[in-house]
């Protein structure tokens, strides 16, 4: 009797387990049309290719190893002042509630300057996510044109796909991306 139990408790733990993926593999993401302006080079739907990033510490990221996460790459520069004046609620309303969770991993990218002015810029900016340089704008030349402005956004799932991006900062389209940052994580 107790094996039967226990078998029916496993069975149960395992549909309960394969449930919860499916629920989350099927998350319902509000369709994005992207305007033509934005100049963005990836479209919605498009898995990112392989690339790395060198944070602000020396550490160094993969793409390769963000399978299973959401992901917010945020492009940004010092000269910028949009992205100023974007990076506190990008602290606050998205760093801040889900930096904990092991499912999330946010970076910002500075296109194209040197370390030293990248680090400045972060002691600057009230905000404790990571920063990242990219030399010659390599990595902002995957998402968007190069001649293309900063402040954008892009949204990547677990699966590794784009599935929500921004330009400037308009917040209508900030708010639109914090909910599908939270759906993204159910």
Do not use: H
């Not at 000269?79 to 509630?97: A, S």
């Not at 030293?116 to 990219?134: A, S």
Request: charged fraction near 30%; include cysteine; charge should be positive.
């Amino acid at each position: 009797m107790k094996s039967v139990f226990r078998n029916t408790k496993i069975t149960l733990l395992g549909l309960l387990i394969f449930a919860n993926a499916f629920a989350q593999s099927n998350v319902e993401i509000p369709r994005q049309e992207i305007p033509a302006d934005y100049g963005f080079i990836t479209k919605i739907g498009d898995t990112i290719p392989d690339f790395s990033l060198i944070l602000t510490n020396g550490k160094k990221v993969s793409s390769k190893d963000w399978k299973g996460k959401v992901v917010m790459l945020q492009f940004t520069a010092s000269w910028c002042g949009v992205c100023r004046k974007e990076m506190p609620y990008i602290e606050k309303d998205i760093w801040l509630k889900n930096k904990r969770n092991p499912n999330f991993l946010l970076y910002g990218v500075d296109r194209d300057e040197p370390l030293e002015k990248v680090k400045r810029y972060q002691k600057e900016m009230p905000i404790t996510y990571p920063l990242g340089i990219d030399p010659f704008a390599d990595i902002f030349g995957i998402f968007a044109d190069k001649k293309a402005g900063v402040t954008r956004n892009v949204i990547i799932d677990r699966e590794g796909k784009i599935v929500f991006m921004t330009r400037l900062f308009n917040e209508n389209e900030f708010r639109e991306m914090v909910k599908v940052i939270n759906l993204l994580l159910k």
